[in-house]
């Protein structure tokens, strides 16, 4: 009986573990990453891809990286930035996240800014890490149409199917930006202060100081800044621009943007006018201008410096806005997972938003876009209507006006 027991239990724990062991293969062969083999085409006959510039300061590694999933698409390129108050450990653990995501580690199309220059949100060194990030993504790949720079304090409201899908019917030669040259209080507090940011010549961080006099407003050519509408209302600087744009802007066969690059060196919030005035003044782009920024933001009343932090509360508001961004979200803000759940359809914390080009099983334990398809394709979702309804009323009034730029 005993010889009996033992054969027993034997061919028990034989077979149980032959189960595991299958359990686990088929767990790893829907989880493991299928090998690339759909080339990424860009061009007039595919749907447009977009270079993203993400930034962020110390401590926003996980936002940035959550933020990077949410718009992930293998089509698109992005640049991270980590600024220089971050310290090389959070960089290299930012770089490190972006080896656990299969698709990433297989296309490649993922950068992280190793050490970044001093900057300042309140001065011009703004600018130059937005113009050094798009010159980066310019080099790096060829294939992009637009720009679109998000903080790690954004968050999308449509996936990268929905966002290529509107944008396919659009002109590849639009900039969305707010913009008016009615300046308002800005002339006075904003354009004739002039000030210095000394994270242009120090290594360490400081304040923008302001010099005694004020100089006049300029005449050999228009300010142009973000919609002021209230009086104390710190205009967006938010833009999504066209690549051609910014390769004028970059590249400079006109000396135009060099120009107003210097004038801009010394005006607080520089970044709240400077790609307002260069798209303005230049003959070549200024019907050009879509007046939106596309981004979904609550001012408090009254204003602040920044947008009000959106809650549970703002969700559905939020979610018939048609805009492709919103801002601004604390960390962790449970309103993120609604956005994750029920519009992205993002689940797991180290998964990407899922779009057509994804082809695996969709569970707890795999991940859908371990395994892809053809990426030139699109589904576009529900909130893919909302958004192009957005885009048909801004494009039949930039279509109805002679001059964009007033």
């Known amino acids: 009986m005993g010889a009996e027991k033992k054969w027993f239990f034997t061919l028990f724990s034989t077979t149980f573990l032959s189960l595991l062991l299958l359990l686990l293969y088929s767990i790893s062969a829907f989880s493991s990453p299928r090998p690339f083999f759909s080339l990424v085409q860009h061009g007039p006959h595919y749907p447009p891809a977009f270079g993203y510039y993400i930034f962020g300061g110390k401590g926003d590694k996980d936002r940035i990286f959550r933020l990077l999933l949410a718009v992930y698409h293998p089509r698109n390129r992005y640049l991270l930035q980590l600024g ?3 310290s ?8 490190l996240a ?7 580690r297989s296309f490649g199309n993922v950068d992280v800014i190793g050490k970044p220059d001093q900057s300042s949100y309140m001065g011009s060194t703004h600018i130059a890490a937005t113009l050094h990030s798009a010159s980066v993504l310019m080099k790096v790949d060829n294939g992009w149409d637009w720009f679109i720079a998000l903080s790690a304090l954004d968050y999308p409201l449509v996936t990268q199917d929905d966002l290529s899908h509107v944008f396919s019917s659009v002109r590849r ?41 004020k100089r006049q407003t300029p005449d050999a050519f228009k300010i142009f800044t ?16 066209s690549r051609s744009f910014l390769e004028f802007c970059i590249l400079g066969w006109d000396n135009l943007p060099r120009t107003l690059l210097m004038y801009f060196n010394n005006v607080m919030l520089s970044e709240e006018s400077y790609f307002h005035s260069v798209i303005c003044n230049s003959p070549e782009f200024k019907n050009t201008t ?3 920024d596309l981004r979904y933001m609550i ?22 806005s048609g805009a492709a961004f919103a801002r601004q979200f604390k960390k962790d803000e449970p309103l993120l997972g609604m956005v994750d759940e029920k519009i992205l359809k993002r689940n797991g914390r180290n998964r990407v938003s899922p779009g057509a080009w994804c082809t ?45 730029c007033t």
């Open 88 to 95: 090389d450990e959070e960089r290299y653990s930012l770089a």
């Open 290 to 292: 879509v007046n939106s």
């Open 360 to 404: 695996g099983r969709n569970s707890w334990w795999s991940d859908p876009c371990s395994q892809w398809g053809d990426v030139n394709v699109l589904k576009p979702g529900p909130q893919a209507k909302k958004l192009e309804e957005t885009m048909t009323n801004l494009l039949d009034d930039w279509s109805s006006q002679s001059n964009q």
């Open 299 to 320: 001012w408090d009343n009254p204003p602040k410096m920044e947008p009000h932090f959106l809650n549970i509360s703002d969700y559905d508001q939020m979610a018939q």
């Open 84 to 86: 220089a108050d971050a």
């Open 226 to 241: 973000g919609k002021v509408y209230y009086q104390y209302h710190f205009c967006s600087p938010w833009v999504v621009l």
């Open 173 to 213: 030669d639009l900039n969305f930006l707010d913009h008016t040259s009615e300046l308002g209080w800005k002339e006075g507090q904003r354009i004739q202060p002039v000030v210095v940011d000394p994270a242009i010549y120090l290594s360490r961080r400081t304040q923008i100081f302001h010099a005694t006099e």
């Open 98 to 104: 972006l080896k656990s995501v299969p698709a990433i």
